[in-house]
């Protein structure tokens, strides 16, 4: 079975000895109270099922970093907009205040 390269909540990849993997193993019965592995006919099909979900979950940690990634990006991105758009409203107020001014003048 392969639970090596796992990824932990700090996204440490290790040797599939954390608690969280060991936990995994219990709770699927793929090891007895002694961490023997068990045997069984569909144990094969368990064990092909949990690498999938393994690795379904490096990928979807992956791709969930990435995205993490994208949205500070783009926060910092809005926040620049923002303050552009700040900018050339100042300026926009300005010059309607000036051409107001000019108006009034004979």
């Given at each position: ?66 995205l993490k990634a994208k949205q500070q990006s783009l926060t910092v991105d809005r926040a620049r ?26």
């Open positions: 079975m392969r639970l090596e390269g796992c990824v932990n909540a700090t996204n440490f990849r290790h040797d599939g000895g954390c608690f969280t993997c060991a936990s995994i193993r219990f709770k699927l019965g793929l090891f007895t109270s002694t961490k023997e592995p068990m045997s069984s006919p569909g144990l094969a099909l368990l064990e092909e099922k949990i690498d999938a979900l393994i690795e379904l979950c490096e990928a979807l940690a992956a791709e969930n970093q990435a907009l923002i303050e552009k758009n700040e900018l050339a409203k100042t300026r926009v107020e300005s010059m309607i205040s000036r051409l107001k001014a000019q108006e009034k003048m004979p």
